[in-house]
């Protein structure tokens, strides 16, 4: 997983552009044609509009912070913290020194999150926990030897959606109670990561693959029944369904100029990395357009369904059209904000 560092600016590069030469066609000959020996100059280069950089991508009117509410989760891969939308009233939610703890996500009744606690070693024996919303009473809800990790609260609060790799390591998808009771694997054959539950809680979106890119899924919970909504080059990964239910927001790695023609306008990120951006699709995967450029790995909904929360190289609010960018800081907190945010 890349951890993206502040930048402050968005650089243009143009690439050069071949240029067409010669006089316009003479009236055709009815003589016959005689043979031409092909040109060995140079193949012209086609045009490419290269954007580099990771700063800020602001258009339309901004957002004003008064016009947002409710509470935020996110971490720095160490901890997970709440504050309000407006940066006070902040708290360490999951803070234990051991090691790492994030992947937190609000109960609907807002009085819970649940957590990745990675304390003994990312991707060793990673657990289930929930902790109250203060951080008080926090308890290990999967204990097992195999990594779980991307956890999600059903609508009505009763269940958790997990991935685990304690299949022999492919990822699937597992459900589980609060308490940590009535363990059960979803019946879904496929890849699952980062599951995020339907509003009305009968099907979840989630990542995943067969040997190949990571895509966009959708399954019955009941029937198991997957269609893949994503097929495109570079990953697709870490979907959040719109609380209006009519909407699937994700990321993509599509833009980046490693997937593109080199006749088409492309996003570069630093070396060894890929670019990220947010995008939007309908739940049966059609109208897939671009939120922002600016660079995103994690996305989630405002509660009242208005807003995108950005989390890239800095934490940040869009509107679903992309315009508006409003950055949210934490009081006491002196870098920009990240890791996986959640909002209620």
Known sequence: MKLYLPASTLLLAVGL?????????SRPSTAAPVPTVASAGPTPVPSRLVHTGG???TVGDPITLGNLSGRILFDDFEDVFAMDVDGSNVLKVAHDSAGSEFDGAWSPDGEWVVYRDSTRGINDNDEIFIARADGSEPRNITNDPANDWGPDWSPGGRTIAFNSDRDGGRLRGYLVDPDGQNL??????????????????TRIAFMGHDQGDYEIFVASLDTGATVQLTDSPGNDGWPVWSPDGSTIAFTSERDDCGFLPANQECWQAEPDDEHRDVW????????????????GQFVTWSPDNRYLLVSGRALYVVRTDGTGRLELRADGVSLPLGGIPDWR
Do not use: H, K
Request: aromatic fraction near 8%; proline fraction near 13%; glycine fraction near 14%.
């Open 280 to 295: 939007l699709m309908n739940t049966d995967g059609s109208d897939q357009r671009r939120v922002s450029p600016e660079p």
């Open 184 to 201: 059960r694997r979803l019946d879904i054959d496929a890849w699952v990561e980062y599951p995020s539950f339907s509003p009305d809680g």
């Open 17 to 25: 552009v071949g240029c067409a030469g010669g006089d316009q066609p």
């Open 55 to 57: 700063g800020p991508y």
